[in-house]
């Protein structure tokens, strides 16, 4: 009677230290849910860090094309007021050719009037040299807006690499959180086996 007595009292102490050894390991399990709940909501909140940074950069992206749209459109009317403006030198050199041709052709007959026509000549050089002049500042002011539209296309390149580097990054942490949600998914699992 006795030995049962005392088999009766291991049994029951090898109870007690199973069910402390397994309290320790449901403790420790819990301490390492929550350890990984809180690495998965630091995970989530740089993530969103993340997409907010991506955001803004498609923003200075967008912003960057809509600038060059811009120098473009400029780049075209100072074009097209180039040629407007060649065309009008063209048709001024031309009209002052076809006025010098009478000239030369009246001038015999007309020696009281050459000092008059001379200065006319004089005035529309004058213009000529203007309008040159003009083109000249309009050829510059073109090769400025060339190196201002190269710079806008470089600094679009950085930021279409910046782009694609966070949305790397991005996949990689929505990887590592669905590691990590599913890791959390099974220790809850064993804790709930465990208290059941």
Same mark, same amino acid.
């Given at each position: 009677?006795?030995?049962?007595? /005392? &088999?009766?009292?291991? %049994?029951?102490? +090898? ?6 050894? @397994?309290?320790?390991?449901? %403790?420790?399990?819990? &301490?390492?849910?929550? $350890?990984?709940?809180?690495? #998965? ?11 907010? #940074? ?24 100072? !074009?097209?007021? !180039?040629?407007?403006?060649? =065309? &009008?030198?063209? $048709?001024?050199?031309?009209?002052? $050719?076809?006025? /010098? ?7 015999? #007959? ?26 000249? =500042? ?21 930021? +279409?690499?910046?782009? &694609?580097? @966070? ?5 990689? @942490?929505? =990887? %590592? ?15 709930? +086996?465990?208290?059941?």
């Amino acid at each position: 009677m006795l030995s049962k007595l /005392n &088999d009766f009292n291991k %049994t029951i102490q +090898n109870l007690m230290s199973k069910n402390s050894s @397994l309290e320790d390991n449901l %403790t420790s399990l819990v &301490d390492e849910k929550n $350890s990984l709940i809180d690495e #998965n909501d630091k995970l989530k909140r740089y993530i969103k860090s993340l997409e907010e #940074n991506l955001s803004k950069e498609k923003e200075e992206k967008l912003a960057l094309t809509s600038k060059i749209d811009d120098l473009n459109s400029s780049l075209k009317e100072l !074009k097209e007021q !180039k040629d407007r403006e060649i =065309a &009008d030198l063209n $048709s001024s050199l031309a009209n002052l $050719s076809s006025k /010098n041709q009478l000239l030369v052709e009246k001038l015999s #007959n007309l020696e009281s009037e050459k000092e008059t026509i001379l200065q006319n000549k004089a005035d529309l050089e004058a213009k000529i040299k203007s309008l040159e002049e003009n083109l000249t =500042a309009e050829i510059e002011n073109r090769d400025t807006l060339k190196v201002q539209l190269d710079e806008l296309n470089v600094k679009l390149s950085e930021a +279409n690499s910046k782009i &694609d580097e @966070l949305e790397n990054k991005n996949r990689e @942490l929505l =990887a %590592t959180l669905e590691s990590k949600e599913q890791k959390i998914g099974l220790l809850s699992a064993v804790s709930t +086996n465990i208290v059941s």
